[in-house]
């Protein structure tokens, strides 16, 4: 079965900080994505950012890198020069190949001090 | 905004009740999808249609069905209502291509009293 797990339910940091949100996966398919997902106090969710499991190069959007370590199955998000816009909800999920599904974590509430 | 449009927003109603909630994909998208959001379960897969065919299903309750019409819009019905399932109720959508990312729509918040 696939798990993911955020160990930080919650994280403060000050404005323009870079901050990084942790992600372990457990899975024992070798073709998996990665995602994660942001979760303002309106409810919607936003997809940041997407990771491949045969990506070689970390992905990037804009602000955000995903720190992508295989060995370690670790996914963890890089938020660079944080805004007060990002606090929010981030959930990290994952794919497998064959299923359609996203499997998420538990989620990690970020706050930004101005 | 993602594209994909989900009425009603908010939903009160009383147990032992039937509610259908309303999804409608974002342009192009055959696949939806319905996951579950509460405190104690955090959000979980329910069911996903690929046009208009069930093609995966979750942790979805006997009391709740759903299914995907021509037009490609999707309903989820949630009958005999309990106040567990007080929760909010995403619907996604994603091309069947490329790296498979799901869109999520606002989403609607059940009430069960």
């Given at each position: ?5 955020q160990?930080q ?12 949100l ?68 981030y ?16 989620g990690t509430r ?5 | ?113």
């Amino acid at each position: 079965a696939q798990k993911i797990t955020q160990t930080q339910p919650g994280m403060f940091v000050q404005e323009k900080e870079a901050v990084t949100l942790d992600c372990t996966y457990d899975t024992s398919d070798q073709s998996y994505g990665l995602f994660w997902y942001k979760q303002p106090s309106s409810g919607e969710m936003i997809f940041l950012i997407y990771q491949g499991s045969y990506d070689e190069q970390n992905a990037t959007e804009g602000r955000y890198s995903l720190n992508f370590q295989k060995a370690r199955k670790s996914a963890n998000l890089v938020i660079s020069a944080s805004q007060l816009g990002d606090s929010a909800m981030y959930f990290c999920a994952m794919r497998v190949q064959g299923a359609q599904k996203l499997v998420f974590g538990q989620g990690t509430r970020l706050t930004i001090n101005p | 905004d993602s594209g994909v449009t989900q009425t009603p927003k908010h939903l009160i109603t009383a147990t032992g009740q039937r509610v259908t909630l309303r999804c409608s994909p974002r342009s192009g998208d055959l696949s939806v999808y319905w996951y579950q959001q509460s405190l104690d379960q955090g959000l979980q897969f329910l069911i996903q249609y690929y046009n208009g065919e069930e093609r995966a299903k979750g942790n979805i309750l006997e009391r709740f069905s759903a299914q995907q019409f021509p037009d490609l819009h999707s309903e989820l019905n949630l009958s005999s209502l309990e106040l567990g399932d007080s929760a909010l109720y995403f619907c996604a959508s994603s091309v069947p291509t490329g790296n498979n990312e799901q869109f999520f729509g606002p989403g609607t918040r059940l009430t069960v009293l």
